[in-house]
């Protein structure tokens, strides 16, 4: 084992610890003023808000694929873009030990897209006690305003909570991204506390944070010399796969870890 491997084997209960306290604490939260509440853009706002079909093929085609694999029952859904698709149906299987599983994840989704899918599927012939969500990178990517991403996720979760008023809600935030992790940094961090906040204004959600440094290996906020200079920063994050957006297998049994802390 590598000085880092151990390193980081090291740190991991530090951080399952941290998550899981903010769990437990996340409801107690203080409110903070979100930027869904500042003068954002209205169009802006609108765009994330409003439901609509997605515009590109291939997502289209992940939400027909979804649909063929509609559970038949499930006490625990996954729901939200890609990084929810993703997510090994093992990985995932070994937080609900014993429940009825389903992945409603399709790659590619924006927010609004996800608040599209919420009014088509059959959801009434589910009701899942948990639902896990990760969801907003691709708004990032599109560049939509942090102040519209907040409001579209707290739409998406009224929608979920509305659908399925007996779940509760376990929220991730937004997972770093980028060849140093540092991709739409500033817009992240933004949303990210808005979703930190909102345990404290939804009772139903538990939110998943605190998780970044750990996901990324210790590489997030690497300098920028290691993009100028790759050959002195060969070390990978096992965590993420080339694209340093989507996650591994390994990558995704981080996450089961941190979300099994608090599901237990």
């Given at each position: 084992m590598s000085a880092f491997q151990t390193h980081l084997s090291l740190q991991q209960s530090k951080y399952a610890i941290l998550v899981f306290t903010t769990l437990l604490a996340g409801i107690f939260l203080s409110h903070r003023p979100s930027h869904a509440a500042d003068n954002c853009d209205v169009y802006e706002t609108r765009v994330v808000t409003t439901p609509a079909p997605p515009q590109w093929g291939p997502t289209y085609k992940n939400y027909d694929a979804m649909l063929a694999k509609f559970p038949t029952k499930a006490d625990a859904i996954l729901f939200g873009d890609s990084l929810a698709e993703g997510w090994p149906t093992e990985s995932f299987r070994s937080i609900f030990p014993g429940k009825a599983i389903g992945n409603l994840?399709?790659?590619?989704?924006?927010?609004?897209?996800?608040?599209?899918?919420?009014?088509?599927?059959?959801?009434?012939?589910?009701?899942?006690?948990?639902?896990?969500?990760?969801?907003g990178t691709n708004n990032l990517k599109a560049r939509s305003k942090p102040c519209a991403i907040e409001a579209g996720l707290t739409k998406a979760v009224e929608k979920l909570h509305e659908i399925w008023p007996q779940a509760v809600i376990y929220m991730f935030t937004i997972p770093p991204r980028g060849k140093i992790f540092n991709d739409f940094e500033a817009d992240r961090q933004a949303v990210n506390s808005f979703i930190e906040t909102m345990p404290s204004q939804n009772s139903y959600v538990r939110t998943v944070t605190g998780f970044d440094d750990l996901i990324a290996c210790g590489m997030r906020g690497t300098d920028q010399m290691q993009s100028w200079f790759p050959n002195y920063f060969p070390d990978k994050c096992a965590n993420?796969?080339?694209?340093?957006?989507?996650?591994?297998?390994?990558?995704?049994?981080?996450?089961?870890?941190?979300?099994?802390?608090?599901?237990?």
């Open positions: 994840g399709v790659g590619g989704d924006l927010i609004q897209n996800a608040l599209w899918r919420l009014e088509q599927m059959p959801v009434s012939e589910i009701s899942p006690e948990t639902i896990v969500m990760i969801l993420y796969r080339d694209d340093s957006l989507h996650l591994t297998s390994a990558g995704y049994d981080v996450l089961s870890g941190i979300l099994k802390q608090g599901n237990n």
